[in-house]
């Protein structure tokens, strides 16, 4: 059965035990991508409660094993601080060099792919090993403070990881008592193969047979993701489970107001948002680049592209790194932290999300959340995120999406218009969690 869980105002009794695995690997990991920022609203929201019924699931030398809340917190606080999340966007050097290459003050690319703006800088090495000496000293003091799992708990695994390794839910089986529950991002890899390695596709299709099998409950974020679950369940004859539609909880800073930024706002340009990988389509975008460079010359806006280098992408960056008509254009942004990012969207004249399939699409409901409008591909995610302010279209529909940006191009910029008024809780943190928490408590 699926549900769309109402508010609840009461914090549930029973304990929850978080995963935090993936969350604790954020040290590897110079800043945060979509997954991560939602482990890091779970981490923030369940690991700042001050309850003895919450503890978290981390991997240690003998395994998996529940730990105390606030040696988690001292983890998540830890690679916060690493991912530069509670830094200004002023401070954060890769910012710098996208805000100076905006405003002709930096090439927008590098003359090579190991130029300043395709890859983040790297990180000297004594703060590289002072990073990797404050993550080992974290962990050791967490791995010392072990903890027992209680009669009936709720085990939240949200990071799908790892999901595809069976050993590691090996304790589930002793432990018949124990809820657990997974959030399910999306079956893309299963649904669409041809756009992620091989690799992926087998370890997304045993994270799903591990969910069929042990899972207690899951939780998606929309309606064609639950129905995808529901199908793939039902062909491995696997009664269904209880599942929770409920749309991805946006970043604090992202509701935040909107900071003006006199040499990004000078003039237009645009961000794209996510790892560079065919399913996005920057193929498309780079291409309608190439046009607006050819018909308006210096005067063309320009496009972030905010997001590393993914896989099956050669023809991507081949027109990255050899077009010429797009060199000046076109800003490879790595390695931003999530203030850069809000910084980013809120004095652009659009996000673009052209891809050809999504589970969600967290970057458009962090650009809705923040007042930024959005051109986004027609697919079930988006239509069903009915906020004003979102442009759907074809993605194949190229001349739809060059009038579109043309239109945004010269068009008043967003932030110089009334904004239309939203509901309270929509894109909420606060609302997200509590209608978590009711799903938790019928389990």
């Given at each position: 059965?699926?549900?769309?869980?109402?508010?609840?105002?009461?914090?549930?009794?029973?304990?929850?035990?978080?995963?935090?695995?993936?969350?604790?690997?954020?040290?590897?990991?110079?800043?945060?991508?979509?997954?991560?920022?939602?482990?890091?609203?779970?981490?923030?929201?369940?690991?700042?409660?001050?309850?003895?019924?919450?503890?978290?699931?981390?991997?240690?030398?003998?395994?998996?094993?529940?730990?105390?809340?606030?040696?988690?917190?001292?983890?998540?606080?830890?690679?916060?601080?690493?991912?530069?999340?509670?830094?200004?966007?002023?401070?954060?050097?890769?910012?710098?060099?996208?805000?100076?290459?905006?405003?002709?003050?930096?090439?927008?690319?590098?003359?090579?792919?190991?130029?300043?703006?395709?890859?983040?800088?790297?990180?000297?090495?004594?703060?590289?090993?002072?990073?990797?000496?404050?993550?080992?000293?974290?962990?050791?003091?967490?791995?010392?403070?072990?903890?027992?799992?209680?009669?009936?708990?709720?085990?939240?695994?949200?990071?799908?990881?790892?999901?595809?390794?069976?050993?590691?839910?090996?304790?589930?089986?002793?432990?018949?008592?124990?809820?657990?529950?997974?959030?399910?991002?999306?079956?893309?890899?299963?649904?669409?193969?041809?756009?992620?390695?091989?690799?992926?596709?087998?370890?997304?299709?045993?994270?799903?047979?591990?969910?069929?099998?042990?899972?207690?409950?899951?939780?998606?974020?929309?309606?064609?993701?639950?129905?995808?679950?529901?199908?793939?369940?039902?062909?491995?004859?696997?009664?269904?489970?209880?599942?929770?539609?409920?749309?991805?909880?946006?970043?604090?800073?992202?509701?935040?107001?909107?900071?003006?930024?006199?040499?990004?706002?000078?003039?237009?340009?645009?961000?794209?948002?996510?790892?560079?990988?065919?399913?996005?389509?920057?193929?498309?975008?780079?291409?309608?680049?190439?046009?607006?460079?050819?018909?308006?010359?210096?005067?063309?806006?320009?496009?972030?592209?905010a997001g590393g280098r993914g896989w099956e992408n050669e023809n991507i960056v081949d027109m990255l790194e050899r077009c010429p008509e797009i060199r000046d254009h076109v800003i490879e942004a790595p390695g931003l932290s999530t203030p850069s990012l809000k910084r980013l969207f809120d004095n652009a004249r659009a996000v673009l999300m052209p891809s050809f399939a999504e589970g969600y699409g967290l970057p458009v409901a962090e650009a809705l959340a923040s007042g930024t409008p959005v051109l986004a591909s027609d697919l079930p995610s988006f239509r069903?995120?009915?906020?004003?302010?979102?442009?759907?279209?074809?993605?194949?529909?190229?001349?739809?999406?060059?009038?579109?940006?043309?239109?945004?191009?010269?068009?008043?910029?967003?932030?110089?218009?009334?904004?239309?008024?939203?509901?309270?809780?929509?894109?909420?943190?606060?609302?997200?969690?509590?209608?978590?928490?009711?799903?938790?408590?019928?389990?």
């Amino acid at each position: 059965m699926t549900e769309t869980a109402q508010p609840h105002s009461m914090q549930i009794d029973r304990e929850i035990v978080l995963d935090v695995c993936h969350l604790s690997l954020g040290f590897f990991r110079a800043t945060p991508v979509g997954v991560d920022r939602v482990d890091a609203s779970f981490a923030a929201y369940f690991l700042s409660l001050e309850v003895p019924s919450r503890k978290a699931m981390l991997l240690t030398p003998m395994g998996p094993r529940a730990i105390g809340g606030a040696a988690a917190r001292a983890i998540f606080e830890g690679v916060q601080t690493h991912w530069r999340e509670f830094q200004r966007p002023e401070d954060d050097s890769a910012f710098s060099r996208v805000r100076d290459a905006l405003a002709g003050m930096a090439p927008a690319q590098a003359n090579s792919p190991s130029g300043s703006l395709q890859t983040p800088r790297r990180r000297p090495l004594k703060g590289a090993l002072r990073s990797g000496f404050r993550a080992a000293l974290l962990h050791a003091a967490a791995w010392r403070q072990r903890e027992a799992i209680g009669i009936g708990a709720v085990y939240l695994n949200v990071s799908q990881y790892p999901l595809w390794v069976p050993s590691y839910f090996r304790w589930l089986y002793k432990r018949p008592d124990v809820k657990p529950v997974f959030m399910i991002h999306d079956l893309l890899p299963i649904e669409h193969p041809e756009f992620f390695r091989s690799q992926s596709v087998r370890h997304h299709a045993g994270g799903l047979s591990v969910c069929a099998r042990i899972g207690a409950g899951v939780i998606v974020s929309s309606r064609a993701v639950a129905d995808a679950l529901l199908a793939y369940l039902q062909k491995r004859r696997r009664e269904p489970m209880p599942i929770l539609i409920q749309p991805l909880p946006v970043s604090p800073v992202f509701h935040e107001p909107r900071e003006h930024d006199e040499q990004l706002a000078a003039r237009p340009y645009f961000v794209i948002c996510g790892t560079i990988e065919p399913r996005k389509n920057h193929l498309l975008l780079l291409n309608l680049w190439r046009e607006l460079a050819r018909s308006f010359g210096p005067a063309a806006p320009k496009l972030v592209v905010a997001g590393g280098r993914g896989w099956e992408n050669e023809n991507i960056v081949d027109m990255l790194e050899r077009c010429p008509e797009i060199r000046d254009h076109v800003i490879e942004a790595p390695g931003l932290s999530t203030p850069s990012l809000k910084r980013l969207f809120d004095n652009a004249r659009a996000v673009l999300m052209p891809s050809f399939a999504e589970g969600y699409g967290l970057p458009v409901a962090e650009a809705l959340a923040s007042g930024t409008p959005v051109l986004a591909s027609d697919l079930p995610s988006f239509r069903a995120m009915n906020e004003p302010g979102i442009t759907r279209l074809d993605p194949l529909d190229g001349l739809g999406w060059l009038a579109a940006i043309r239109h945004l191009s010269g068009a008043p910029a967003h932030w110089t218009q009334t904004r239309p008024d939203r509901p309270r809780d929509t894109f909420s943190s606060e609302a997200y969690f509590r209608r978590i928490e009711a799903f938790l408590a019928t389990l």
